[in-house]
């Protein structure tokens, strides 16, 4: 029997990461409330907003009854704006944005540029064999906070700094970048391998 996944539809790319992992034959169901997160196996957390997603989960109710999911090690993947939701400290954001503070990094929202800014690189991603087009808009960029967090790659910067995107620290999964907006499945792939 296949993994229950949620991918939150509160805001931003739940779509694209839905038809993702349904074409790896997963049984995915969209999260909107707080019932919705019963029985999963997984969740993720897609590009959007995060300020806006952080406020239409407190709306919905559903930030509390998630987080405490999230504290009990349910398995997530974050991609862009779920990777600033998920991290410890949000070192740009609102006073009033909330985080679920799920792995050890801190994040500056729109790291690499604002929307003009937006591009797409080829990464070298640890345990995968051929590089993966990362498609970066308004891309967090992170700093590591403990080493127990693994770096799977970087973006090498201007000023030639590298900068993490895709960390995973346990059960936690996060990119900067938007791997749902790819016909690549190789990343929804290894996220479901860890599950």
């Given at each position: 029997m296949?993994?229950?996944?949620?991918?939150?539809?509160?805001?931003?790319?739940?779509?694209?990461?839905?038809d993702?992992?349904?074409?790896?034959?997963?049984t995915?169901?969209?999260?909107?409330l707080p019932?919705?997160l019963?029985?999963?196996?997984?969740?993720?957390?897609?590009?959007?907003?995060?300020t806006?997603?952080?406020?239409?989960?407190?709306?919905?109710?559903?930030?509390?009854?998630?987080?405490e999911?999230l504290?009990e090690?349910?398995?997530?993947?974050?991609?862009?704006?779920?990777?600033i939701?998920?991290a410890?400290?949000?070192l740009?954001?609102?006073s009033d944005?909330?985080?679920?503070?799920r792995?050890?990094?801190?994040?500056?929202?729109?790291?690499?540029?604002?929307?003009?800014?937006s591009?797409?690189?080829?990464l070298y991603?640890k345990d995968?064999?051929?590089?993966?087009r990362?498609?970066?808009?308004?891309?967090?960029?992170?700093?590591?906070?403990?080493?127990?967090?693994?770096?799977l790659?970087?973006?090498?910067?201007?000023?030639?700094?590298?900068?993490?995107?895709?960390?995973?620290?346990e059960?936690?999964m996060?990119?900067?970048?938007?791997?749902?907006?790819?016909?690549?499945?190789?990343?929804?792939?290894?996220?479901?391998?860890?599950?």
């Amino acid at each position: 029997m296949s993994p229950i996944v949620g991918v939150l539809a509160l805001q931003g790319a739940s779509r694209e990461h839905t038809d993702a992992l349904g074409r790896l034959g997963t049984t995915v169901r969209q999260v909107r409330l707080p019932k919705d997160l019963d029985g999963l196996d997984a969740i993720v957390i897609p590009g959007g907003e995060s300020t806006t997603i952080s406020m239409l989960l407190e709306s919905s109710k559903t930030f509390e009854p998630l987080s405490e999911l999230l504290a009990e090690g349910l398995p997530v993947l974050g991609t862009c704006a779920g990777m600033i939701l998920l991290a410890k400290e949000v070192l740009d954001g609102r006073s009033d944005q909330r985080s679920f503070a799920r792995i050890d990094i801190a994040v500056r929202r729109n790291a690499f540029g604002r929307q003009i800014a937006s591009f797409e690189t080829d990464l070298y991603i640890k345990d995968l064999e051929e590089p993966f087009r990362g498609v970066f808009i308004r891309a967090p960029g992170a700093q590591i906070l403990d080493p127990s967090v693994e770096i799977l790659a970087s973006v090498k910067r201007e000023n030639g700094e590298e900068t993490p995107v895709f960390c995973r620290q346990e059960n936690v999964m996060v990119t900067s970048f938007h791997p749902e907006l790819t016909d690549d499945l190789r990343l929804h792939q290894m996220f479901l391998e860890h599950l």
